[in-house]
């Protein structure tokens, strides 16, 4: 019986990883949310039709880069490029110690190779607090 309650303990720590999944404010966005697994990766979801897909996965983290006043941010600039562009993403998410709340921010850049011109997107994120 002990041996029982051990194993099923350990079961469950193996699969509880800190992670943080933000949604994003406006609903009709084709960047839907991400996803930040504590010091592994983040990654930003979009919509491909009807179906959302992971679709950029950075194997890093964003540092803390300031702690006070009630609130730590978190910040990171990550870039991806292809054939058609070069992305940049500028990530942050601030954790408000009052509320218990995260709030995220992603300002992508996509700077394309052909004669297109350059997008900016500026979308805002909050966590799913349960009732």
Not at 5 to 16: N, S
Not at 44 to 71: C, E, H, S, W
Not at 113 to 124: A, G, H, L, N, S
């Amino acid at each position: 019986m002990k041996n029982t309650i051990i194993l099923t303990f350990l079961v469950f720590c193996f699969q509880a990883n800190a992670q943080l999944k933000f949604w994003n404010k406006d609903a009709g966005s084709n960047m839907p949310k991400f996803e930040v697994e504590y010091q592994t990766k983040t990654t930003i979801f979009m919509k491909v039709g009807y179906d959302v897909k992971p679709l950029y996965v950075f194997n890093k983290t964003a540092p803390q880069v300031y702690n006070g006043d009630g609130r730590t941010k978190y910040q990171m600039t990550v870039e991806t490029s292809d054939n058609i562009a070069k992305r940049k993403f500028e990530i942050s998410y601030t954790f408000y110690r009052q509320t218990n709340q995260y709030l995220g921010y992603i300002k992508a850049t996509y700077m394309y190779k052909d004669k297109r011109p350059t997008k900016v997107f500026e979308e805002y994120f909050e966590t799913v607090i349960n009732p």
